[in-house]
């Protein structure tokens, strides 16, 4: 009867597991600060996209007045709050159209019926990011 040693086993993990382990936690993440209902409320950003995944609206205005930042549409405690997993929609005003500061999710909902701004999905651009009012 053969005798089966672990040893080789052991030394090939010991080489084989850090590798995606460590390229996991080697990124880290970010916080920063979005709008919502027109409080600006924090975000711990994680160091991954979630590509075609989203759920709750989330807007990136590309062409906006200095200091805009993203808009949830929602956030904890209100209806429909998934999280963070985040759908995103990119914003720009329109060529013809004076740039404003858009904090919520009605603001940009407004400017898009106004013409002042165009909205675009970009599923490749979702992400999971929890919000922290």
């Known amino acids: 009867m053969k005798k089966f040693s ?33 409080m600006i409320v924090g975000t711990v950003i994680p160091p991954a996209a979630f590509p075609n995944t989203g759920i709750d609206n989330f807007y990136k205005v590309t062409n906006g007045v200095t200091g805009q930042l993203g808009i949830a549409s929602v956030a904890p405690g209100a209806d429909g709050y998934h999280g963070g997993h985040w759908k995103v929609f990119t914003v720009t005003f329109n060529p013809e159209a004076t740039p404003i500061l858009l904090t919520s999710q009605a603001a940009v909902l407004a400017a898009q019926s106004a013409s002042t701004v165009t909205l675009t999905r970009n599923a490749s651009e979702d992400f999971l990011c929890p919000v922290q009012p």
């Open 6 to 38: 672990l040893v080789p086993v052991f030394i090939l993990a010991a080489f084989a597991l850090p590798l995606p382990i460590g390229s996991v936690f080697a990124a880290t993440p970010g916080f920063g600060n979005l709008y919502y209902n027109g």
